[in-house]
């Protein structure tokens, strides 16, 4: 139990190293960390433009909406996956010369990447709920909260296991970015769902595109299977507990591998 309570225990330590890594990020910048959502919406423009005209989609701003969002979660699950092979090994002195729990260092990167989307998110919302859809800025912000807390607990696990498997596999590192590219441009991320006609089950066994969904679904449309996304939050919460005890028992493995 001592050790479950670990991440609420040291939460203020590992957040704020986390937001102390954003500020360096943009210490000499006038705008500082709002260039995390402006570079987001940039991206979001242009992509929406080009692939507007190239699918010929009859409703631009329906199409832009889908796009922002969609990408906008993309961005932090890709992010989260691709550093994850790396990160135990860029902690290797720390793990090495200090007693403290492997989970921390997992935490501190969350944070990181989670502070990233909500700062890309904000922009994304505010922006879209005053051009494109009022509507958005409570469905954004109230009503995809629970899938957004489930996506945030979905890719802390992801990220500890792509970590523990980049310690056995160091070619992983190499393999992620292309797998991840591939999982995008075959995802409705860019498209819709129904666009891929028979291949429609290319989706529904795609998990990032599962935990995607959701998010979408309520922040665009407002519906949220809440029965559903309970399910997994006990499930992600089940799963989260069990990496927190195995990444305590597991460090000589660990420190073994570095």
Same mark, same amino acid.
């Given at each position: ?151 945030? +607990? #979905?890719? %802390? ?5 792509? /970590? ?7 070619? =992983?590192? $190499?393999? *992620? ?30 998990? +990032? #595109?599962? %935990? ?5 679904? /309520? ?7 809440? =029965?559903? $996304?309970? *399910? ?27």
């Amino acid at each position: 139990m001592h050790e479950l309570l670990y991440p609420i225990r040291t939460f203020r330590a590992w957040w704020y190293s986390a937001s102390l890594r954003t500020q360096a990020r943009f210490q000499r910048t006038l705008l500082g960390s709002s260039w995390l959502g402006i570079s987001n919406l940039l991206s979001v423009l242009v992509l929406a433009f080009v692939y507007g005209v190239l699918l010929k989609v009859p409703n631009p701003k329906e199409y832009f909406l889908y796009i922002a969002v969609g990408l906008t979660v993309w961005q932090f699950i890709s992010t989260i996956i691709s550093t994850a092979p790396t990160l135990l090994r860029d902690h290797k002195e720390k793990l090495l010369n200090t007693t403290t729990h492997p989970i921390f260092y997992f935490l501190e990167e969350w944070a990181f990447q989670i502070q990233t989307f909500l700062q890309a998110w904000a922009i994304i919302i505010v922006v879209l709920s005053i051009f494109v859809q009022p509507s958005l800025l409570w469905q954004g912000v109230f009503i995809a909260v629970l899938p957004i807390i489930n996506l945030f +607990l #979905f890719c %802390i696990g992801v990220q500890i296991f792509f /970590a523990l498997a980049g310690l056995l596999f160091q070619d =992983l590192f $190499q393999v *992620i970015p292309m797998m991840l590219q591939l999982t995008f441009l075959s995802s409705p991320v860019l498209f819709s769902k129904v666009n891929l006609g028979d291949h429609q089950w290319i989706a529904n066994w795609n998990p +990032l #595109f599962l %935990i995607l969904a959701p998010v979408r679904e /309520a922040a665009i449309a407002g519906n949220v299977a809440i =029965l559903q $996304q309970l *399910i997994i939050l006990f499930a992600n919460l089940v799963a989260c507990g069990f990496l927190v005890l195995g990444l305590g028992r597991w460090r000589q493995w660990i420190v073994f591998n570095l």
